[in-house]
């Protein structure tokens, strides 16, 4: 299950909900297409989202979120590889404490992102999670990066 949070300005986050959790079922209408879109995805009818997103962080951490959007769905990328595309290969670290601070899973895909060994590293909803999603996008059979 998952909480998502936004108004007319977009959707500013999007988390895991173990559990349950009392509130109401009605979905307000600024959320429907999220939903919507979140549901086709996991129907395997979606590989991208097309979503009015308003996360709140600093300019590095939304610069961060943007390039995330930027790895194609069925694939990883390396946190080194993530620093590269930013322009800084020195910022390894910054790059991986952004991801960790990504508001909008699944969408904004940090699970993408993995270890420079291929291993399954940091994910906010938990690591079988991000193995669950990477294995969605990417059946074990057609595997090749981790």
């Known amino acids: ?19 349950v959790e009392k509130g109401s079922t009605e979905i307000p209408k600024s959320l ?3 939903v919507k879109q979140l549901d086709e995805y996991f129907q395997k009818k979606r590989t991208t989202f097309n ?3 308003n996360p709140q962080g600093t300019e590095f951490q939304k610069e961060v979120w943007q390039s995330l959007q930027q790895i194609p769905y ?12 930013l322009g800084d ?7 991986a404490s952004a991801n960790a601070k990504n508001p909008l899973l699944i969408v904004v ?5 993995i270890g420079s060994d291929g291993a399954l590293t940091g994910y906010s909803g938990g690591l079988w999670r991000k193995r669950w999603l990477l294995e969605h996008e990417n059946p074990p059979e057609q595997q090749s990066l981790f």
């Not at 990883?76 to 993530?82: F, L, N, V």
């Not at 020195?90 to 790059?95: D, P």
Request: net charge positive.
């Open 1 to 19: 299950m998952a909480r998502i949070v936004g108004d007319s300005s977009g959707i500013s986050s999007i988390t895991v909900i173990d559990g």
């Open 32 to 34: 429907q297409e999220c």
């Open 51 to 53: 979503l009015k997103l």
């Open 74 to 85: 069925g694939t990883t990328r390396s946190y080194q590889e993530q620093s590269e595309a």
């Open 89 to 95: 290969v020195k910022a390894v670290r910054a790059v």
């Open 109 to 113: 895909p940090c699970h993408r992102v």
